[in-house]
Every structure is written in structure tokens, then in C-alpha cells.
């Protein structure tokens, strides 16, 4: 008995479940002893009864030594008992030990591997979106997780005052793998931070850069309606006047356009190293919105030149018109002025008219052909029939007068 009570003392302090183990089947092996043991304990007591109920003389104290065995085995007995309700419940702390450590360790590696994962082979604005959301999700299963570690450190705990010898060894270990779920929060908050400000200035970009297209995409528009206009249509010159100032306005918004496609990519400029994949969706659309900008505006330009040229045709020949109409009422009034005098006037004076109305004959015949070539409006039409029709008429009355106050040079005339 006093072999199995020091075989019990050296059982009370497990180093491990395999210890824990161990002295399960030491308590088991015990027990079964003491089985053995009390059958002889017992075999001992009848022996006693019987000898004490014969002739045969016992010493004193062979009762209570008796007494005393029996009491020994049930310390005996009691000491394995509790050991055994003890070493279960270690055993039990020890699973759940094992369970929450594999968990926290697991734990720690699938949100390094999915920090990793999360990250786009192909930077856009939908990718970030995601990867955003996803880091996040991690990050508030991170905080729920805290109560594993709390947990975690409760058992250890525990262990600690039941296996002193490997508390040391289970407490190290636990820190390293904190240290490992610590980094790897602070990695994860780092990287939802750069996330987040790429994020945004993705967006940033994205507005802009949709704004802008979607400015150019209605200029553009414009610009068609203006190229669309009958350049030989009646009264082009009512039109192509404010068409010219929508021109010029257009061309100073496309201008503006231009100016915040190039502003955008210092947006660009500021998003970090993007690998090359990623790179081309955003330049290759900013490149495209700058070319476009581009055509239009050597378009634009193109088409007001287009627009100035004619004007100044029409008014060019406007002045023209306006010059000769002015000639011939002069040599009209001065005309009728001859007509009103004296019966027998100077020939020469008519002979004057004559050839002041033939001098602008080129004129006369330049304007009849410019007039075939610009769409002029009916009111031009009219007004440069109308000259024609006075010139004739001028210069076939003077030529008249002239020949019947006597006879006169010839003098070369062309008509209209």
C-alpha cells in the first residue's frame, strides 16, 4: 500500500496528454492491484475473526494494524479516484487546447493566404471594389476571432497550474503564433488601407475620366451637325453665320474637354506602379479620349476655316455688288441729269458714260459668275439681276444719246 501511495505521488504533475495518458492506464493498473490486494485484505480480516473466535492466543495490536491496512486502501482508493477525475479533466483541457490551437494556428494561414489571394491580377474599378470588400470581411472576422485567442489563453491557463513543466513550452509557442496573427492583422489592415486610397483614387479617375468622355462623346455630336450642313443650300449665308460662332464655341469646350482628359492623368500619375496588364485599360482609354479630342479639334478647326472662307466669299461678293449697284445709280443720276438739259449737249459727255458703263463690264461679268458658283440667297439673286438689268439699261441709253448727237468711235462693248 505505502508502494502504490509514493507510485501516486510521482503521477500528479502530466507533461503532456501522452503523460496524461500514461497515468490513466498507471490508475487502471493501480486499481487492479488494489483489487488483488483487497481480496487478500479481506482473506486477512476472516483469518483474524477466526483465530480470535479459537484457542489459539493474538497479539494486541493485530487489529488495529487490520483496521489500518483497510483504511490505507481506501486513501489508496480515494487518491486514485481523484487523480483519475483529475487526469480526465486535463485530458479534456488538453483536447480542447489542442482543438483551439489548431483552429487559431489554421485560422492565422488561411487569412494570410486569403490577404494574398485577394489582391487583382488586373487592376479596374469592379476589382478593387471587390478586393476591398473582401478585405474587409476579413478584417471583421478577425475581430470576431478574438475570442478564440481568449479562450486559447483561458486553457492555458489552466494548464499552466496543472502541468507546470510544459507551461513555459506551451505558453512560447502560443506567443509565436499571436506574433503571426498579429502580423498578419497589421498586414491585413495595411494592405485594406492602400486598398482603400487606390480605391479611391480609382474612382476619382473613373468620374472624371466618364465625364469627360461623356462631354466629348456630345461635342462631337455637334460637330456632326455642323458638318451636315448643306454647304449649296439656299441662304447659306444666314446660316453659316451663327454656324461659325457654334464653331468657335465648340471649339473652345472641346479645348476645355482636352484640357480635363489631361488633368485626369495626373490621376493616373499618382496610382502606384501598376504592373502592365493592368496599365493598359486606363491609358489605353485616356490615350483614346486624347486622340479623339485631337481629331475633333484639327476638325473643328478645319471646318471653320471651311466656314470663313465662304463667308468672306459672301461678303466679298456682297461689297462688290453693293460697289457696282453704287456706280451705276451714280452714272444713272448723272445721266438723266444730261437728259434734262439743252436738246444738242456735248457729245463727249455722253461718249463719257458710255465708256464709264463699259469699264465695268469685267465686273459686271465677274459677279454673274461668282454668283453661279455661292448659294446665294433669293434677295442677292434679285438685287444682282437687278444691277444686271440697270447696267444694260444705262449703258444702251448713253451709247443712244451719243449716237444721236453724231457720229462716234467705235468702242468695244460686251454685254451680260
Known amino acids: 500500500m505505502e508502494a502504490q501511495e509514493e507510485r501516486l505521488k510521482t503521477l500528479q504533475k502530466p507533461g503532456s496528454v501522452i503523460s496524461v ?8 493498473d493501480i486499481e487492479n492491484q488494489l483489487a488483488i490486494k483487497s481480496k487478500a485484505l479481506d482473506e486477512l480480516r476472516q483469518s483474524y475473526l477466526t483465530s480470535e473466535s479459537g484457542t489459539m492466543p493474538l497479539l494486541e495490536d493485530t487489529a488495529s494494524r487490520i483496521d489500518g491496512l483497510f483504511q490505507k486502501r481506501s486513501s489508496v482508493i480515494n487518491q486514485v479516484n481523484e487523480l483519475k477525475t483529475s ?18 494556428t489554421m485560422m492565422t494561414i488561411r487569412f494570410w493566404y486569403c490577404m494574398e489571394h485577394s489582391k487583382p491580377v488586373v487592376l479596374s474599378l469592379e476589382a478593387l471594389r471587390c478586393q476591398v470588400q473582401n478585405l474587409q470581411s476579413l478584417q471583421d472576422e478577425a475581430e470576431n476571432s478574438e475570442e478564440s485567442w481568449e479562450k486559447l489563453q483561458e486553457v492555458i491557463g ?14 512560447e509557442k502560443c506567443q509565436e503564433t499571436h506574433a503571426r496573427w498579429t502580423q498578419v492583422n497589421q498586414d491585413l489592415a495595411d494592405q485594406l488601407q492602400k486598398a482603400q486610397s487606390l480605391l479611391q483614387l480609382w474612382k ?18 455637334k460637330y456632326q451637325q455642323l458638318e451636315n ?19 468657335k464655341e465648340l471649339q473652345r469646350d472641346v479645348q476645355k474637354t482636352k484640357e480635363d482628359l489631361l488633368q485626369n492623368s495626373t490621376l493616373l500619375d499618382r496610382l502606384p506602379q501598376l504592373p502592365e ?15 479623339r479630342a485631337s481629331y475633333l479639334e484639327k476638325m473643328l478647326l478645319m471646318k471653320a476655316n471651311e466656314f470663313e472662307f465662304v463667308l468672306s466669299q459672301f461678303k466679298d461678293f456682297g461689297d462688290q455688288l453693293e460697289s457696282l449697284k453704287g456706280l451705276i445709280v451714280h452714272e444713272e443720276e448723272n445721266l438723266d441729269k444730261l437728259n434734262h438739259q439743252e436738246k444738242e449737249a456735248n457729245p ?30 433669293d434677295i442677292a439673286v434679285k438685287t444682282l439681276q437687278n444691277v444686271n438689268r440697270r447696267w444694260i439699261r444705262a449703258t444702251a441709253t448713253a451709247l443712244e444719246r451719243c449716237r444721236s448727237e453724231g457720229p462716234i468711235p467705235t468702242i468695244p462693248f460686251q454685254g451680260s
Open 204 to 221: 476619382a479617375y473613373n468620374s472624371a475620366h466618364t465625364e469627360a468622355a461623356a462631354r466629348l462623346a456630345q461635342q462631337e455630336a
Open 87 to 104: 487526469m480526465h479533466s486535463v485530458l479534456q483541457e488538453w483536447k480542447v487546447y489542442d482543438k483551439l490551437y489548431e483552429e487559431v
Open 21 to 28: 495518458q500514461k497515468m490513466l492506464l498507471d490508475c487502471q
Open 277 to 291: 496588364a493592368s496599365a493598359h485599360v486606363p491609358l489605353s482609354k485616356q490615350l483614346h479620349s486624347l486622340q
Open 348 to 377: 463727249d459727255l455722253f461718249l463719257n458714260h458710255v465708256l464709264a458703263m463699259t469699264a465695268q463690264s469685267p465686273d459686271v461679268e465677274h459677279l454673274n459668275e461668282v454668283s453661279l458658283k455661292l448659294p446665294l440667297s
Open 229 to 247: 450642313i448643306n454647304m449649296s443650300g439656299n441662304n447659306l449665308a444666314e446660316i453659316l453665320t451663327p454656324a461659325l460662332q457654334d464653331v
Open 158 to 171: 489552466k494548464l499552466k497550474d496543472r502541468c507546470p513543466s510544459v507551461a513555459e513550452i506551451i505558453k
